[in-house]
């Protein structure tokens, strides 16, 4: 039935493979469970209630990529987006967590219609190979950057903007041993090196743990947890009166939320379809529509639940850099988010950042590999790729840096003369990407 539905043989993968990729991919997403009911929490929502919407809309949505699409890419509400949701939309603009969901909904809805009539495949096709490449490339960088900083190696810095950490501290030094432990793994290309490196992370973390170390990982007190209330299923209905109050400002909460969903996900699913053989020689994206659809019903299921966007996560490439090559990597990884409302506690404990950010940094290394693609001699390519990376790291958003990526491609085309090879979609890209940026 496996081989059947995901076609395993076809992929030179087994269920193994997919099973130990899956799960993988799992615990470089857990964190996830612990930082989405936070931030959202701060917008007045129920954390535990966001938490089990976290969850709940990630296992679905996971499973629904896995068997419509057979893509090994896991989603669940995603960082960046979940900020704009309480510190932009709620905090900022001054809109209930309601009517956030509300927007969010109707993103959702409209991702469905563009991503059915083939819409949204078209303009991730119309993205120029070179630029797919430098895009893959810049998220990897993003995720090691915000790896780093998340396991306090790279700091916050007044005069600098960011430092080095405090490397006394035991979680830094938790996270540097996981990392040479893991880029040591990878390099002897030890299966599933970047698996056992966050496994061995983990157990030495909780052996410090035990030796009094404080922020270490540590087994919690109760594994099981009985409490399964959602007081945030359906609250986005009651949104809808104040979204609607001021027109154009609903226009720009909806397109917001349009906007970094939309490139998130294409700069996502490039970057692992180039590292899965996912992307024909066409330069185009197999099964793009499914795939594009799974994220769309995710999102609009995530926003009923009561939660922020749905995307694609990028933390997807370390399942696939371990061998995940279907979609039973995703639906593994599905089933895990069910199963970790059940261990929640051990769940929470236990995936900290220290333990987490070896993978993230190991993988940020291993997209990066997609540089070697770009032709740096063309100076055209040159300077799109290369602002596409830098605004991903220097605006802390994959969205930011896309945009700012293809209006450089298009001003450098001009300037050399070859601005009709620019497909219209990329024009009409960067006339929407100029409105974002002078809009918000």
């Known amino acids: 039935m496996l081989e059947k539905i995901f076609k395993l043989s076809e992929k030179k993968t087994d269920v193994k493979t997919e099973i130990i990729a899956g799960l993988t991919t799992f615990l470089a997403m857990a964190y996830i469970l612990a930082v989405n009911p936070a931030i959202l929490g701060e917008s007045g929502m129920d954390a535990h209630s966001v938490f089990m919407a976290t969850a709940i809309s990630a296992g679905v949505a996971s499973i629904i990529m896995g068997v419509v699409a057979n893509y090994p890419v896991a989603l669940a509400p995603g960082m960046g987006v979940n900020a704009l949701f309480t510190y932009t939309v709620v905090l900022g603009m001054g809109h209930t967590w309601q009517a956030a969901l509300a927007s969010v909904f109707i993103s959702g809805i409209i991702f469905l219609v563009v991503s059915v009539t083939g819409v949204r495949k078209m303009i991730i096709n119309a993205i120029p190979q070179q630029l797919k490449l ?158 594009l659809l799974s994220d769309a019903i995710g999102t609009v299921f995530g926003a009923i639940l009561g939660t922020s966007t749905v995307t694609s996560f990028v933390e997807s490439s370390s399942g696939v850099e371990v061998g995940g090559r279907t979609g039973l990597t995703s639906c593994t990884t599905g089933v895990l988010f069910f199963l970790s409302i059940l261990i929640s506690p051990i769940v929470l404990s236990t995936a900290t950042n220290a333990v987490t950010a070896p993978a993230l940094i190991v993988v940020g290394i291993l997209m990066a590999q997609q540089l070697g693609g770009v032709d740096w001699n063309d100076f055209v390519f040159t300077a799109s790729g290369f602002v596409t990376i830098i605004a991903m790291i220097l605006t802390y958003s994959i969205s930011n840096g896309i945009a700012l990526g293809f209006i450089t491609y298009g001003v450098a085309m001009v300037a050399t003369g070859k601005g009709k090879e620019v497909s219209n979609i990329i024009w009409i890209l960067d006339l929407v990407f100029i409105a974002y940026f002078a809009l918000i």
């Open 134 to 291: 430098a895009i893959g490339a810049g998220i990897g960088f993003f995720v090691a950057f915000v790896a780093l900083k998340n396991a306090g190696i790279i700091v916050s810095s007044e005069s600098t903007a960011v430092a080095l950490g405090d490397l006394t501290q035991p979680t830094v030094l938790l996270a540097i041993f996981g990392i040479i432990v893991t880029i040591a793994l990878v390099a002897k290309k030890v299966p599933a090196g970047v698996f056992v490196g966050m496994i061995i992370t983990a157990v030495v973390g909780l052996i410090c743990g035990a030796c009094g170390m404080e922020g270490m990982p540590a087994l919690p007190d109760k594994f099981i947890t009985t409490d399964f209330s959602m007081v945030t299923f359906g609250a986005f209905a009651q949104g809808f009166s104040d979204l609607f109050k001021d027109p154009f400002n609903c226009f720009i909460v909806v397109f917001s939320f349009l906007f970094v969903d939309f490139f998130d996900t294409a700069g996502t699913l490039v970057a692992i379809g180039n590292r899965c053989g996912l992307v024909n020689e066409k330069g185009e994206l197999v099964n793009a529509e499914k795939a």
